[in-house]
């Protein structure tokens, strides 16, 4: 399976709000960006990701699900993009810092170092191992 990373100021969407939508989590909608679009084309029911506090704290600080898969955004008027559903899983113990992340040398082709713009990208499993042990799991 996959792993991936969602992106979002906490003052718009945090984890915390996410983890009050309960098990059924909520969409993932609004993504208005081609590359993030074919990320979320490619997630599978059941894979997880990190959620990331941009702009606001600038870490990661919880484990996501996708739980429905990608299907067309009706908040998009185009017909261009999509979403998919994610639920919270469990926050970090510690949540790891982008100053963190860029100061580990085994992370320095994160798509979170070089691609910080996407709001939805891929982590490998190298990256999803190491993050985790960071952030206390």
Not at 74 to 85: C, Q, Y
Not at 105 to 111: G, P, S, T
């Amino acid at each position: 399976m996959a792993h991936w990373l969602f992106k979002s100021e906490p003052s718009a969407w945090s984890f915390e709000k996410l983890a009050g939508c309960g098990p059924d989590g909520t969409d993932w909608s609004g993504v208005r960006n081609h590359s993030a679009k074919l990320n979320m084309q490619a997630m599978k029911v059941g894979e997880q990701g990190f959620f990331y506090h941009s702009n606001e704290g600038k870490a990661i600080v919880g484990i996501v699900e996708v739980s429905k898969a990608y299907r067309p955004d009706p908040s998009d008027k185009t017909g261009k993009f999509g979403m998919v559903d994610i639920r919270a899983v469990r926050p970090l113990p510690r949540p790891v810092t982008l100053d963190a992340v860029k100061a580990e040398k085994r992370l320095h082709a994160m798509a979170l170092v070089t691609n910080s713009r996407l709001s939805v990208q891929p982590v490998t499993e190298a990256e999803w191992a190491l993050i985790s042990d960071m952030g206390g799991l």
